[in-house]
C-alpha cells in the first residue's frame, strides 16, 4: 500500500469512527489542517439526509430524540455509496430492534411507510398502459396475460395507524395516538404525487400475485368468493388502469 493510499485508509477510518486525534494524526502526515471538522460533518450530513427522509417521525418524537435515533444508526451504518437517496433503507429495521426506545414498535413502522413514500417519489417513470391495448387482446389471451405492475408501487402490510399518525404529523396537527390497526396499504404516484390507500384483501393479493409477473388466470383466483367474481376483477383491473399501476 503505498503512503497515500495508507493516509487515506486512516483517515478515512478516523472519520467514521469519530476519532479526532486520528483524524488530525491523518492530516498531520498529509501536511493539512483543518481536519477535525469532518469528525462532526460527517454524522451531521448523515443526520439531515435521515430528516428529509423521515419527516413525520420527526416531527413526534421532536428534533433532539430524532438526532439521537439518527446518531445510533449512522455509528453502525456507515454510508457505501456515493448517493446517499438510499442511505435511510435501514432505518426502520434498526429503529425496530432498540428495545430501549418506547414506541420502537410503531415508530419503526412509521419510518418504513416513510421510506416507501420516498421510494414511489423516486421510482423511474414508465410509460403507462393504456385501455385500449388490453381491449385489442384476443379472448384467448387474457388468461395467460402477464400485467407488469409499476415500479412506483409499494404494498405493505402495516399492524399501527401510522398512515393517520403521518398525515397529522406532516399537517402540522396533534396526531391520533397509536393504535392496533392491521391493513395492507398500497403506495403508488400518480400524477407526480405519492398516494396510498388501504386495501381490500382480494385486491392486494391480485396485485402482490401480477408483481410477482403471473398469470391473468391467476389473479382472478382471489376474486372467486365476491357476489359477481367477473365483475371485480373488471373492477380492480380497471380501476389499476386508472391510478396508473400499469405499465407496458
Same mark, same amino acid.
Given at each position: 500500500?503505498?503512503?497515500?493510499?495508507?493516509?487515506?485508509?486512516?483517515?478515512?477510518?478516523?472519520?467514521?469512527?469519530?476519532?479526532?486525534?486520528?483524524?488530525?494524526?491523518?492530516?498531520?502526515?498529509?501536511?493539512?489542517?483543518?481536519?477535525?471538522?469532518?469528525?462532526?460533518?460527517?454524522?451531521?450530513?448523515?443526520?439531515?439526509?435521515?430528516?428529509?427522509?423521515?419527516?413525520?417521525?420527526?416531527?413526534?418524537?421532536?428534533?433532539?430524540?430524532? %438526532?439521537?435515533?439518527?446518531?445510533?444508526?449512522?455509528?453502525?451504518?456507515?454510508?457505501?455509496?456515493?448517493?446517499?437517496?438510499?442511505?435511510?433503507?435501514?432505518?426502520?429495521?434498526?429503529?425496530?430492534?432498540?428495545?430501549?426506545?418506547?414506541?420502537?414498535?410503531?415508530?419503526?413502522?412509521?419510518?418504513?411507510?416513510?421510506?416507501?413514500?420516498?421510494?414511489?417519489?423516486?421510482?423511474?417513470?414508465?410509460?403507462?398502459?393504456?385501455?385500449? %391495448?388490453?381491449?385489442?387482446?384476443?379472448?384467448?389471451?387474457?388468461? %395467460?396475460?402477464?400485467?407488469?405492475?409499476?415500479?412506483?408501487?409499494?404494498?405493505?402490510?402495516?399492524?399501527?395507524?401510522?398512515?393517520?399518525?403521518?398525515?397529522?404529523?406532516?399537517?402540522?396537527?396533534?396526531?391520533?395516538?397509536?393504535?392496533?390497526?392491521?391493513?395492507?396499504?398500497?403506495?403508488?404516484?400518480?400524477?407526480?404525487?405519492?398516494?396510498?390507500?388501504?386495501?381490500?384483501?382480494?385486491?392486494?393479493?391480485?396485485?402482490?400475485?401480477? %408483481?410477482?409477473?403471473?398469470?391473468?388466470?391467476?389473479?382472478?383466483?382471489?376474486?372467486?368468493?365476491?357476489?359477481?367474481?367477473?365483475?371485480?376483477?373488471?373492477?380492480?383491473?380497471?380501476?389499476?388502469?386508472?391510478?396508473?399501476?400499469?405499465?407496458?
Amino acid at each position: 500500500m503505498s503512503v497515500l493510499a495508507r493516509i487515506q485508509a486512516e483517515l478515512q477510518a478516523a472519520v467514521l469512527a469519530g476519532d479526532v486525534r486520528g483524524i488530525a494524526a491523518a492530516a498531520e502526515c498529509a501536511g493539512v489542517s483543518g481536519a477535525a471538522v469532518y469528525a462532526h460533518a460527517y454524522r451531521a450530513r448523515l443526520c439531515e439526509v435521515l430528516e428529509l427522509d423521515f419527516p413525520a417521525l420527526r416531527a413526534i418524537i421532536g428534533a433532539d430524540a430524532f %438526532t439521537d435515533l439518527a446518531l445510533r444508526y449512522v455509528s453502525v451504518q456507515p454510508s457505501h455509496s456515493r448517493s446517499l437517496r438510499g442511505y435511510g433503507r435501514g432505518f426502520a429495521a434498526c429503529l425496530a430492534r432498540l428495545t430501549d426506545v418506547e414506541g420502537h414498535a410503531w415508530l419503526a413502522e412509521l419510518a418504513r411507510f416513510e421510506w416507501a413514500l420516498g421510494e414511489a417519489f423516486d421510482a423511474i417513470d414508465e410509460s403507462r398502459l393504456d385501455g385500449a %391495448t388490453l381491449r385489442g387482446l384476443a379472448h384467448a389471451d387474457w388468461a %395467460t396475460l402477464r400485467l407488469r405492475i409499476a415500479r412506483h408501487v409499494r404494498v405493505l402490510a402495516l399492524t399501527w395507524n401510522v398512515p393517520a399518525i403521518r398525515v397529522a404529523a406532516v399537517s402540522g396537527l396533534t396526531p391520533p395516538a397509536p393504535a392496533r390497526e392491521e391493513r395492507v396499504w398500497m403506495v403508488w404516484r400518480q400524477d407526480r404525487r405519492v398516494r396510498f390507500k388501504p386495501l381490500a384483501q382480494d385486491y392486494a393479493n391480485a396485485l402482490a400475485d401480477a %408483481t410477482e409477473g403471473r398469470e391473468f388466470a391467476s389473479l382472478c383466483t382471489h376474486f372467486a368468493d365476491a357476489p359477481a367474481p367477473a365483475g371485480r376483477a373488471v373492477e380492480v383491473l380497471h380501476e389499476w388502469l386508472c391510478l396508473g399501476l400499469l405499465v407496458g
